[in-house]
């Protein structure tokens, strides 16, 4: 009854309204910059549906988007593409190269873009970071086990291995320690590398092509046991031929431990929240925030402005307390999509983030519908979430499937002919 007297924007922002007034606020401390200096954002109203590419050879890409998605003038919602740039991965020198041909191709074909900054998931370059447990290979170093996760509350429990299913269960390197002093240096050196590169090309674009950095993404799912998760025993796993290793996968609404091994003593004793007994939720949560905040910081003193900034926060279970983590006083949240891609707005940790958030915006950064096969099922789905003209962006999980779906790819043309949100 309530949806037929109001629009679909008027009752979000209803139902918005009175979220603020029940939901709790007590997790974020965060230090809030003036206001003032992000109101310009509130007043811009494009949204875009981003596809997320490989980073490698990207032209084919961008040609072919160029071609088949052309932006219609005076509507509000045009095509955008995204690329992960793992900075911990690569040389500074190969990312660099990487990032500005980037750009390059994104102002050749006027497409607006992303730039997504993981120093997280990946960190095979580092291994002065990683390597404490092997003499014969680059970076060992015995401290190293401070700047990787623990299984207990000693150095002695430092990991060396990790877990991931994206599609399937893979080895990774262990989870960093996100609050160590080593780790942080190492990351905020490569936003010093790279986001200024993002700003000048930003600053240098002609006033009709400014629109083309939608923002820069900092974390990807930022989580701890989750995207490397432990084993009991991983370590000696470690030394075992992977086909021996366990094939129970994680267990994501069982927080905090998801049904593996907990981890996260390193990180919390680090950051001093606690040093024995049994860690929490409350625990892990904070820091994921702690860490998104500080990449934040560091982002805006680079000269990223709040409505050009995203955050990308982990969630696997209902309205637990990761999902506030991706809040801020410097970006603008996002988190990812799945379970509710069909309409962002059943997922109620995420409504009640935004409910206490003064950001301009908030972003599905990683985002695929599963259900149904149809246009009308895409095209319904997308627009649940553009229906709120705070959503920025909807950035599918990849193009490399999504551009294969000719349903998919017919849905976001009749988006961007109807520039409306499907109610």
């Given at each position: 009854?309530?949806?037929?007297t109001?629009s679909?924007?008027?009752?979000?922002?209803?139902?918005?309204?009175?979220?603020?007034?029940l939901?709790e606020?007590?997790?974020?401390r965060?230090e809030?910059?003036?206001?003032?200096?992000?109101?310009?954002?509130?007043?811009d109203?494009?949204?875009?549906?981003?596809?997320?590419?490989?980073?490698t050879?990207?032209a084919?890409?961008?040609?072919?988007?160029?071609?088949?998605?052309?932006?219609i003038?005076?509507?509000p919602?045009?095509v955008g593409?995204g690329?992960v740039?793992?900075?911990l991965r690569h040389?500074p020198?190969?990312?660099?190269?990487?990032?500005?041909?980037?750009l390059k191709l994104?102002q050749?074909?006027?497409?607006?873009?992303v730039?997504?900054?993981?120093?997280?998931q990946?960190?095979?370059?580092?291994?002065?970071l990683w390597?404490?447990?092997?003499p014969?290979?680059?970076?060992?170093n015995?401290?190293?086990?401070f700047?990787?996760?623990?299984?207990?509350?000693?150095?002695e429990d430092?990991?060396?291995?990790?877990w991931?299913?994206w599609?399937?269960i893979?080895?990774?390197l262990?989870?960093?320690?996100?609050?160590?002093?080593a780790?942080?240096t190492a990351?905020?050196?490569?936003?010093n590398?790279?986001?200024?590169?993002?700003?000048?090309?930003w600053?240098?674009?002609?006033?009709?092509?400014?629109?083309?950095l939608?923002?820069?993404?900092?974390?990807?799912?930022?989580?701890i046991?989750?995207n490397?998760?432990?084993?009991p025993?991983?370590n000696?796993?470690?030394?075992q031929?992977p086909a021996?290793?366990?094939t129970?996968?994680l267990r994501?609404?069982?927080?905090?431990d998801?049904?593996?091994?907990q981890?996260?003593?390193?990180?919390?004793?680090?950051?001093?929240?606690?040093?024995?007994?049994?860690i929490?939720?409350?625990?892990?949560a904070?820091v994921?925030r702690?860490?998104?905040?500080d990449?934040s910081?560091?982002?805006?003193e680079?000269?990223?402005p709040?409505?050009?900034?995203?955050t990308h926060a982990g969630?696997?279970?209902?309205?637990?307390?990761?999902?506030?983590?991706?809040?801020?006083?410097?970006?603008?949240p996002?988190w990812?999509?799945?379970?509710h891609a069909?309409d962002?707005?059943?997922?109620?940790?995420?409504?009640?983030a935004?409910?206490r958030?003064?950001?301009?915006?908030?972003?599905?950064?990683?985002?695929?519908?599963?259900?149904?096969?149809?246009?009308e099922s895409?095209?319904?789905s997308?627009?649940?979430?553009?229906?709120?003209?705070?959503?920025r962006?909807?950035?599918?999980y990849n193009w490399?499937?999504?551009?294969?779906?000719p349903?998919?790819?017919?849905?976001?043309r009749?988006?961007?002919?109807?520039?409306?949100?499907?109610r």
């Amino acid at each position: 009854m309530i949806a037929k007297t109001f629009s679909a924007g008027v009752f979000m922002r209803l139902i918005l309204a009175l979220a603020t007034g029940l939901c709790e606020v007590n997790l974020m401390r965060a230090e809030q910059p003036p206001d003032s200096v992000h109101t310009r954002a509130a007043s811009d109203r494009e949204q875009f549906i981003v596809f997320n590419i490989s980073a490698t050879a990207p032209a084919p890409v961008f040609q072919e988007v160029a071609r088949e998605f052309k932006p219609i003038a005076g509507r509000p919602l045009r095509v955008g593409l995204g690329a992960v740039f793992s900075y911990l991965r690569h040389s500074p020198e190969q990312l660099r190269g990487a990032l500005e041909e980037f750009l390059k191709l994104a102002q050749l074909h006027s497409i607006p873009v992303v730039v997504q900054l993981d120093g997280e998931q990946w960190m095979e370059a580092r291994p002065d970071l990683w390597n404490w447990w092997d003499p014969k290979a680059p970076g060992f170093n015995p401290s190293n086990r401070f700047n990787v996760e623990w299984s207990g509350w000693q150095p002695e429990d430092a990991v060396r291995i990790g877990w991931r299913n994206w599609g399937h269960i893979l080895r990774v390197l262990p989870s960093p320690n996100l609050m160590s002093p080593a780790y942080r240096t190492a990351c905020h050196a490569e936003m010093n590398r790279l986001v200024p590169v993002i700003v000048d090309w930003w600053h240098a674009l002609p006033a009709d092509q400014r629109g083309l950095l939608i923002g820069v993404k900092v974390g990807w799912e930022s989580s701890i046991g989750v995207n490397a998760w432990y084993y009991p025993g991983g370590n000696q796993l470690a030394a075992q031929p992977p086909a021996l290793d366990p094939t129970n996968g994680l267990r994501g609404s069982l927080v905090p431990d998801r049904g593996m091994a907990q981890i996260g003593y390193a990180a919390v004793t680090t950051a001093g929240l606690r040093r024995s007994g049994h860690i929490t939720e409350s625990d892990l949560a904070e820091v994921v925030r702690l860490h998104l905040e500080d990449l934040s910081r560091r982002a805006a003193e680079l000269g990223l402005p709040r409505d050009k900034l995203f955050t990308h926060a982990g969630g696997w279970k209902d309205d637990e307390l990761l999902y506030g983590s991706a809040v801020n006083g410097f970006s603008c949240p996002g988190w990812s999509f799945y379970r509710h891609a069909d309409d962002p707005h059943q997922d109620t940790a995420v409504q009640k983030a935004l409910a206490r958030c003064s950001a301009p915006y908030w972003a599905a950064v990683e985002w695929l519908y599963r259900g149904t096969n149809s246009v009308e099922s895409w095209t319904r789905s997308m627009g649940k979430a553009f229906v709120d003209p705070r959503c920025r962006f909807l950035c599918m999980y990849n193009w490399e499937n999504v551009g294969k779906n000719p349903v998919a790819r017919e849905a976001v043309r009749r988006m961007l002919d109807s520039s409306q949100p499907v109610r």
